[in-house]
């Protein structure tokens, strides 16, 4: 369902306005906008200190001219392999305001996916904190620099241009265009090796200015970035904070069991979560006795929040609204629901962004009607531009209509629309299947077993190759009391054959859980 045309109009426009010293369609544009608009209010911080919007400028230009002195030139890759610190924003702005393109890697991927990414990508050089920058050096067979080491360098070129005892990098000589590539984004998905989401600069800042008309950050807002920098979730907190001339707030992982400390004392209003960061949140609160940390607005994507966990957040951060959402890397978000929508429709994930639009299509193609279920398919500005140098996993899933050039980008998700255009997500390719003649999802299935007083967590398997339908279950019950107790929810066909027990789901670096780990324990027993 395409959102109305006079919203649609607001967003196009909004897009199109100017920002003085850069494009507004591009990545540095938004951020020479906010540095024209809020130069000495607070831009980022980490544990270390924080910089102002300014100060985030100067590095950032510091930064680009390191770059071209490296050699580095307008559509280079460089690869970033650094946690959520400042200097990564400087990184990010300083890439893209010297025209090249920025890779960024999650420092917790393992050896074997970070050969194929540094291969696939062909970075001009490479970024690592401490011995990764040796590591990156060995796969990428291209100068790699120790982040730390030549931070010094840049600092001390910024401070000086702070000073006016030299010239601030000029930009405008590398400036990208609006339909340059900005990043290179990797997400796993099918196939055994991760797969760059190729993202220019418009998609990208049509993206971050259709979910801020959602969601309404605000300059006043301090932002919490607990999620890898590398995940496009945790990515553009960074970019919609910069739009907004708000403050984003840095945590890194080994930090999450002081998270909440970090929203008190540095005073978070707004916070991404996924369910793991959810449940660590609500441990720690309910360890604190004081009052409640001004959070005024959670968000979700990436694995959505169970009902349970939505309960305990509005109970121990009574002024929050929760905002659940629904996207993928390939068009960054697909629908966003209103704050606390969730009350009036529970289980939507919110309507199309402004100026897109959201199709559930038949195996066959076609369009179907309201309440219906099929692949969900999206079409409109903040759609990317395919897979780095994978033309054909490119062709199946960004189809562009031979009469009219329109890309639509299949999903491979499934869910069904409401009249009034609200999406309800059903699960992935993978998560629906037939069992015992019966067509069901993984989702409404965990869905029954967290109605279950006393399961924390919850998630399934589908059967495949010879292993039935498994659920793995958080939780201090019996494995045959949670299986009876779901035969009072389900039908019998959707029953697992097996629970087992776990004391945690295991989950990917983004949070998310990790089937692949739970189907080796399986595979192995």
């Known amino acids: 369902m395409r959102v109305p045309e006079d919203a649609a109009a607001q967003i196009e426009q909004h897009v199109l306005v100017d920002a003085r010293g850069g494009d507004a369609q591009t990545i540095p544009g938004l951020l020479a906008a906010a540095v024209a608009a809020h130069p000495g209010e607070p831009a980022v911080r980490d544990r270390h200190g924080r910089w102002t919007y300014a100060q985030l400028d100067a590095r950032a230009r510091a930064f680009a001219e390191w770059l071209g002195e490296r050699g580095v030139r307008r559509g280079d ?15 990010l702005f300083g890439t893209l305001l010297h025209g090249a393109v920025l890779v960024p890697v999650n420092p917790a991927m393992k050896r074997f996916h970070l050969a194929s990414v540094a291969t696939d990508c062909d970075p001009a050089l490479a970024i690592g904190q401490g011995a990764d920058a040796d590591l990156l050096a060995e796969l990428t067979g291209r100068p790699a620099y120790e982040l730390g080491t030549l931070w010094r360098t840049v600092e001390e070129r910024a401070e000086r241009a702070e000073r006016g005892e030299g010239p601030a990098y000029a930009y405008e000589a590398h400036a990208p265009a609006p339909d340059d590539l900005a990043l290179l984004i990797y997400t796993s998905g099918s196939t055994s090796a991760p797969k760059a989401v190729v993202s220019p600069h418009a998609p990208a800042v049509f993206a971050t200015r259709a979910i801020d008309a959602r969601l309404g950050y605000r300059a006043s807002d301090k932002v919490l970035v607990a999620l890898p920098l590398s ?19 840095l945590t890194e992982a080994d930090q999450h069991v002081w998270l909440y400390g970090a929203l008190r004392e540095y005073g978070v209003t707004v916070v991404p979560l996924v369910p793991s960061l959810a449940e660590m949140l609500l441990r720690l609160a309910g360890r604190d006795d004081g009052e409640a940390p001004p959070v005024r607005l959670f968000t979700n994507t990436g694995a959505a929040l169970t009902g349970p966990l939505i309960a305990g957040l509005r109970a121990a951060f009574p002024g929050a609204a929760v905002a659940p959402m629904y996207g993928t890397t390939e068009c960054k978000r697909i629908t966003v629901l209103e704050p606390d929508g969730d009350l009036e429709r529970p289980g939507s994930v919110g309507r199309a962004l402004p100026g897109t639009e959201v199709l559930i299509l038949a195996d066959d193609g076609t369009a179907l009607p309201p309440g219906r279920t ?24 960004f189809r562009t209509d031979p009469a009219t050039g329109e890309v639509t980008l299949h999903t491979g998700d499934y869910g069904h629309l409401d009249d009034d255009g609200h999406l309800y997500f059903e699960g992935r390719r993978d ?15 965990e869905a029954a077993a967290l109605d279950v007083p006393g399961v924390a967590a919850a998630a399934v398997l589908a059967p495949d190759d010879g292993i039935d339908l498994t659920l793995f279950a958080v939780t201090r019950l019996a494995p045959d009391g949670v299986l009876r107790q779901l035969g009072e929810r389900l039908e019998s066909a959707k029953v697992p054959a ?23 324990l399986v595979e192995a027993t």
């Open 374 to 397: 099929g692949q969900i398919a999206v079409r409109g500005p903040h759609v990317m531009s395919g897979y780095w140098r994978a033309p054909e996993q490119t062709a199946q899933r």
């Open 77 to 91: 890759r460089v690869l970033a392999r650094v946690g959520n610190v400042r200097e990564f924003t400087a990184v």
């Open 231 to 249: 995940f496009d979730y945790g990515l553009y907190q960074i970019l919609l904070s910069v739009l907004a001339g708000a403050e984003a707030v």
């Open 431 to 445: 998560d629906l299947f037939k069992r015992r003649g019966v067509r069901m999802s993984a989702v409404e299935i």
């Open 498 to 520: 097996v629970c087992r027990v776990v004391d945690a789901l295991p989950l990917t670096p983004n949070g998310k859980t990790d089937r692949r780990h739970l189907r080796r």
